[in-house]
């Protein structure tokens, strides 16, 4: 059953991400239009500074937590860039596909693209994994043991 809480989470999420988004957006569109840089260049670009914002706004609101983070702040860094770059290549790479394949504009095409990654893609990874609550009365040992413990059962 779905808490206020995770209601609540996940719209700070998207506020967060909507921040993030629009200074992605805005700085893809300025550099492709203005600049004249392919726009798979400018979001390559655009993305890498919105998502600076993004995880900004996540650790010090969306996600802030009382409780223990699984990772440190440097930590979380190198997992939330390891999700942008994921993000910015589906971004990059399913808006070129929709502009080449079905002639779609690259802006409606980028905003298309956008809704299915932040949803599909972004949000569970910032919450499970990079912004993840160290929940210490679910696990008794830590992710490298959990990991060992599942491969023991697998070989059983």
């Not at 200074?23 to 492709?32: F, N, P």
Request: net charge neutral; glycine share 8%; proline share 1%.
């Amino acid at each position: 059953m779905i808490n206020w809480a995770s209601v609540k989470l996940f719209l700070k999420a998207q506020v967060s991400a909507f921040s993030g988004g629009v200074t992605d957006y805005g700085l893809m569109v300025l550099l492709t239009e203005w600049l004249h840089i392919h726009f798979t260049i400018s979001i390559l670009i655009s993305g890498t500074i919105g998502g600076i914002v993004n995880f900004c706004i996540n650790r010090f609101w969306a996600f802030k937590s009382n409780d223990d983070y699984c990772s440190s702040a440097r930590g979380q860094l190198i997992r939330f860039f390891t999700v942008v770059l994921g993000s910015i290549s589906l971004k990059s790479g399913g808006t070129y596909l929709l502009h080449q394949s079905l002639n779609v504009d690259y802006k409606i095409g980028r905003l298309l693209i956008d809704s299915i990654v932040s949803y599909g893609f972004n949000y569970p990874l910032m919450k499970y994994w990079v912004f993840k609550i160290n929940k210490s009365s679910n696990f008794d040992y830590d992710e490298e043991e959990y990991f060992d413990q599942i491969g023991r059962e697998q070989r059983v």
